[in-house]
C-alpha cells in the first residue's frame, strides 16, 4: 500500500468533521497539513468528492498558496524575512549566501530533505533587522557568518 494511502483515514476523518462548514475548502487543507505536515496527492479527490468541487478546483487553490506543501516537509525550515527593513539592512545578499550555500533557489528544499528555503515578507522583527525564522525560532540582527553557523548545524544535525 503506498505510504499517501495509510493517510486515508486522517483525511477522511477531516472531512467528516469539517466539509459542513462554509468556506471549508481552506480549513480543511489547513487541517490536513497540521496533522500530515503536508496535503498528498491521495486527499485532492476525497476533497474534491466530499466539497462537490472539481480536481482542478482544489489543486489550483493547493498551488496558488505557497504555505501548503504537496510533499512531506524538510527537517528544518528557513524563513528568511524580504521587507522593507530587512532589504536595508543586507537581507538579499543573505538570500544569495543561502542560495549559494545550500544550491536552492528561494523556494527549494535540499536534496537530502534537510532544509527547505522560504522567503517571508515580514517576521514582525524590523527593529533587529535582518531576521530569519530558523524551525519557527527567531535569528535577529543576523550576520554572514551567523548564517552560515547556523545553516552548518542544520545540515550537520541529521537527528532533526
Known amino acids: 500500500m503506498p ?3 495509510l493517510h ?7 472531512l467528516a468533521r469539517d466539509q459542513g462548514t ?14 500530515l505536515g503536508y496535503i498528498p496527492d491521495a486527499a485532492v479527490p476525497e476533497i474534491a468528492h466530499a ?3 472539481s480536481l482542478a478546483e482544489v489543486r489550483g487553490v493547493i498551488s496558488f498558496y505557497h504555505d501548503f506543501r504537496t ?4 527537517r528544518h525550515t528557513l524563513r528568511l524575512c524580504r ?3 530587512c532589504q536595508s539592512r543586507g537581507a538579499e545578499a543573505l538570500a544569495a549566501q543561502l542560495r549559494e550555500q545550500l544550491a ?9 530533505g534537510a532544509i527547505s528555503l522560504r522567503p517571508v515578507y515580514c517576521l514582525g522583527a524590523c527593529a533587529c533587522s535582518p531576521a530569519l525564522e530558523l524551525d519557527g525560532q527567531l535569528h535577529a540582527r543576523l550576520t554572514p557568518e551567523r ?3 547556523l545553516v552548518d548545524g542544520c545540515q550537520e544535525d541529521a537527528t532533526c
Open 22 to 35: 462554509p468556506g471549508a475548502l481552506l480549513p480543511i487543507l489547513h487541517a490536513i497539513q497540521q496533522d
Open 104 to 112: 536552492l533557489d528561494d523556494h527549494g528544499t535540499s536534496a537530502d
Open 3 to 5: 505510504d499517501e494511502l
Open 71 to 74: 510533499a512531506p516537509p524538510a
Open 83 to 85: 521587507a522593507e527593513s
Open 8 to 14: 486515508l483515514p486522517v483525511i477522511q476523518r477531516i
Open 51 to 53: 466539497l462537490n468541487l
Open 147 to 149: 548564517l552560515r553557523a
